[in-house]
């Protein structure tokens, strides 16, 4: 038995981040299990790329597809997948771990006190920009 393929879209993504996603986006029926499944191709290296396949309607969480796209940074990761999950109904049923992306997938997370120097955090606050170039 031979396994078919429709090419659902080939396009290009531009979610407002300052990069553009070359992107192939299939659903199949995996011809082992009778699955239907889906992928995405990041054409990264024209013409050559990554790729990630998942059962139609699965809960990804970051963490695992990160794992197994090694090298894909999650700001690349989280436009891809949000555009997906947005552009293909059903194609993914959650995205966990991406809660500081907005809905384009660009970043909107806010830098905790924690995540910041002591010195820095005491320059900024002695910072006046009436007075002082930074």
Request: net charge negative; aromatic share 12%; charged share 20%.
């Amino acid at each position: 038995m031979t396994q078919t393929s429709t090419i659902i879209e080939s396009y290009i993504l531009e979610p407002g981040n300052m990069t553009r996603y070359d992107l192939v986006f299939t659903r199949y029926i995996d011809h082992h299990k009778g699955a239907h499944m889906c992928t995405f191709i990041w054409l990264n290296r024209r013409p050559a790329g990554v790729a990630f396949a998942w059962q139609e309607g699965s809960y990804l969480d970051a963490s695992y597809v990160l794992d197994k796209l090694r090298g894909v940074s999650m700001g690349d990761l989280a436009p891809i997948l949000i555009d997906i999950q947005s552009r293909f109904p059903g194609s993914l049923g959650a995205l966990h771990g991406f809660d500081e992306y907005d809905e384009n997938g660009c970043w909107q997370g806010k830098l905790s006190v924690k995540d910041v120097e002591p010195e820095m955090e005491v320059e900024a606050a002695n910072y006046n920009p009436e007075t002082e170039w930074l």
